[in-house]
RNA sequence: AGCGAGGUGGGGAAGCUAGGUUAUCCCGGCGGGCUCAUAACCCGCAGACCGGUGGUUCAAAUCCACCCCUCGCUACCA
C-alpha cells in the first residue's frame, strides 16, 4: 500500500506560525502512522514563492534581490520544521525548476485539451493597495483602506474553462462521499458548485515575479494556478491519499484543481480533508492584535510532543478550536504526564528495581485474557479511526488503553504482592509492560519524539505488526524512563 | 436573504440515521483508597428538566412542525 499526503505551500511573507505548524503536524502524524504499518509513504510540504506578495514583503524589507529573499525565507521555514522534527519527504519551493518544468508541462496539456482562451478580466482597483478589489468589498466604489475612487480596469487574462467541467466535478463529489471531509465543508462546496460556475483567469499580464506563461511572454501564471500544481511533483505517488486544506483554501482545491486535473487527464485524490482555523485565548488570531504564536518557542517551553498532543486532543480536527496556553498545560500536566509517562515510568522502573531490568515469566488467567480481547477492539477502533482522519478521536482511543492499563495495575497491587509471591508480581509486571507496548505505539504518530525514547527503553521498534498481541518476551531487556516532565510554570 | 452545521451537568464533547432499563466520556469540584509511580494511580459522590413551544407514540435527547440563538459558506482572499 502507498499513501501520500500534502500540505498546502504556505506564503513566505511571514513565518510559520502556529496554524501552519497544525496542518504540518496533521501531515505529521499521518505519514508517521502509514510508515509504521510499512505503507510506501510520502508526505509532501513546501513554500509558495511565486506571489506577488512574496514581491510586496521582500520590498518592504529593503530586498532588492527577489529570489535572495526567497532562499533566506525558505532557510528560516525549513529551520522551523526541522526544530519541530516534522518528517516531510520533500518540499518543493515553486521557483524551483522542477517545479516550474511541471507547470509548463501541465498547462500545456489543458491547453492542447482546448481549454485555454483569452479573455478580458473587468475589475475594480485601487492604486493604493496595488490591487483588485471586490464589489462587496467596496461599497460605494470606494477602497475601504484608501478611500478613493476605484478604478474600472479591463486587462487581457487567460482563462480556463472551468465551467466545463462543473457537471464532472459535482457528480465525482456526490458519487464519493469520503471526497471531501468533513461533511459540512462537502455541502458547502456542493452547493456553491449548484450555483454554477464561471471560468476563472489563470494570468496576469505585466508582473515581474512568477512563471511566463509559455504561449504569451507577456503574461505570468497566477499565483493560484502555478501554486496548485506542486502537488504533482512526486509523480509515482499520484494520486495524493489525502490532501490537507485549511478551511479557507477549501474551494480552491475541492473545485479549482479538481477541474484542473479533469482537464489534465490526471487521477483525482482519494480525499480533501479541510480542517478548522485556531483562535487564540478566544480571540482571532492576527499580526495587528499581535497574537501570533510562534511555535518554536511554544515548543521549547511544552516540548513538540506535548503540544501535538494538546492540539489534536483539545481541538477536534475539522472544527475551529481555541489555542488556550492554559489549558495546554492541563493537557500536559494532567494526561501526557499524569497518564501515559507516569504509567511508563511506574512499570519499567519497577521491573528495573526488582528484576534486574528483565522481563518476568508471565502467567495470564482469564482476567488478563479479558483485557486483551478488550485491548484487540480497541486498537482495531483506533485504526479505523485514523483511516477516516478522525484523529482526534484515534487519540482518545489511545488514552483509554493507557487507562485501563494504569487499571490493570492498580488493581493488582504488585507493590504488595511482591512481599510474598515474587513471581506472581512478576506476571503483573509482564502483562503491565505489554500493555505499555501497545500504548506507546498508540501514542507514537502524535507523539514521536518521546516515542522514540520511549521505544528505545523498552527495546522495541516502532512498528505496527502485532500492535495489540503481548509479544514481548520473558527476559526482554528494558530501562526505565521518564518521558515527560510535569510543567511547573 | 439563501444554503449548511450546531445548541446535551461549570468547561469540552459522544449519543440522535435504525425512538425503550439509572443520558456516556474527558477536564474541573468534593470524598475515599493505595503508596510502585512525576501529590502521579484507582474507586465513589455532587451536578443536565438533553435551546424553546407544540405534536406523533405505551415510550423521545433521539421522529414531525414552528420559533429562538450561535457559527460556517455564498468566486480569485493559502
Same mark, same amino acid.
Given at each position: ?325 492554559? @489549558? ?5 500536566? =494532567? *494526561?501526557?504526564?499524569?497518564?501515559? #509517562?507516569? /504509567?511508563?515510568? &511506574?512499570?519499567? !522502573? ?11 515469566? @508471565? ?5 488478563? =485474557? *479479558?483485557?486483551?480481547?478488550?485491548? #484487540?477492539? /480497541?486498537?482495531? &477502533?483506533?485504526? !479505523? ?105
Amino acid at each position: 500500500m502507498k499513501f501520500y499526503v500534502t500540505t498546502p505551500i504556505y506564503y513566505i511573507n511571514d513565518l510559520p506560525h502556529i496554524g501552519s505548524a497544525y496542518t504540518t503536524i496533521i501531515a505529521d502524524i499521518l505519514a508517521i502512522w502509514h510508515r509504521m504499518k510499512g505503507d510506501d509513504t510520502f508526505f509532501l510540504t513546501g513554500l509558495d514563492e511565486n506571489s506577488v506578495k512574496t514581491v510586496q514583503a521582500a520590498e518592504a524589507k529593503g530586498y532588492k534581490d527577489i529570489q535572495k529573499y526567497t532562499d533566506e525565507m525558505a532557510e528560516k521555514w525549513k529551520n522551523a520544521w526541522q526544530k519541530l522534527n516534522l518528517t516531510y519527504d520533500d518540499f518543493i519551493r515553486t521557483t524551483e525548476e522542477r517545479h516550474k518544468k511541471n507547470v509548463i508541462k501541465f498547462f500545456n496539456k489543458i491547453y492542447e485539451n482546448g481549454d485555454i482562451y483569452k479573455g478580458v478580466y473587468e475589475g475594480l482597483y485601487c492604486d493604493g493597495c496595488e490591487e483588485f478589489k471586490l464589489e462587496k468589498d467596496a461599497p460605494d466604489g470606494v477602497c475601504p483602506i484608501h478611500k478613493k475612487q476605484l478604478k474600472k480596469i479591463k486587462e487581457e487574462n487567460y482563462y480556463f474553462k472551468l465551467s466545463k467541467y462543473r457537471d464532472r466535478i459535482l457528480e465525482h463529489i456526490e458519487k464519493n462521499p469520503d471526497f471531501i471531509k468533513p461533511e459540512k465543508r462537502r455541502n458547502e462546496i456542493i452547493s456553491f458548485l449548484k450555483q454554477g460556475l464561471i471560468d476563472t483567469s489563470i494570468s496576469r499580464p505585466g508582473l515581474k515575479w512568477g512563471i511566463d506563461l509559455p504561449i504569451d511572454k507577456d503574461h505570468k501564471f497566477w499565483v493560484w494556478f502555478d501554486a496548485l500544481i506542486n502537488y504533482l511533483l512526486p509523480e509515482k505517488y499520484w494520486p495524493p491519499e489525502v490532501q490537507l486544506l485549511g478551511k479557507d483554501i477549501a474551494r480552491f482545491h475541492c473545485i479549482t484543481w479538481i477541474g484542473m486535473l479533469m482537464s489534465a487527464g490526471y487521477p483525482l485524490p482519494k480525499t480533501m480533508y479541510v480542517h478548522g482555523f485556531f483562535t487564540v485565548n478566544g480571540q482571532k488570531m492576527s499580526k495587528s492584535l499581535g497574537n501570533a504564536i510562534d511555535p518554536i518557542s511554544l515548543s521549547e517551553k511544552y516540548t513538540i510532543d506535548g503540544i501535538r498532543y494538546y492540539m489534536l486532543r483539545d481541538i477536534s480536527l475539522g472544527e475551529d478550536g481555541d489555542f488556550s496556553e492554559v @489549558a495546554l498545560k492541563e493537557r500536559i500536566n =494532567n *494526561e501526557v504526564v499524569a497518564n501515559y #509517562s507516569n /504509567l511508563f515510568y &511506574r512499570i519499567t !522502573s519497577f521491573i528495573q528495581k526488582n528484576y534486574n531490568g528483565k522481563l518476568p515469566s @508471565a502467567n495470564y488467567s482469564e482476567k488478563e =485474557n *479479558e483485557i486483551l480481547k478488550q485491548i #484487540s477492539s /480497541l486498537v482495531k &477502533r483506533y485504526e !479505523s479511526e485514523m483511516q477516516e482522519y478522525e484523529l482526534t478521536k484515534a487519540l482518545s482511543t489511545a488514552v483509554e488503553v493507557s487507562t485501563i492499563a494504569n487499571k490493570y495495575i492498580q488493581e493488582n497491587e504488585p507493590w504488595k504482592i511482591i512481599k510474598e509471591n515474587k513471581e506472581k508480581a512478576g506476571s503483573i509486571l509482564n502483562f503491565g509492560a505489554q500493555l505499555l507496548r501497545t500504548s506507546v505505539l498508540l501514542y507514537y504518530p502524535f507523539m514521536p519524539n518521546s516515542g522514540k525514547i520511549a521505544c528505545e527503553a523498552l527495546g522495541i521498534k516502532p512498528e505496527w505488526k502485532d500492535v495489540e498481541k503481548p509479544v514481548l518476551k520473558e527476559g526482554h531487556e528494558l530501562k526505565a524512563v521518564m518521558l515527560f516532565k510535569k510543567i511547573e510554570t
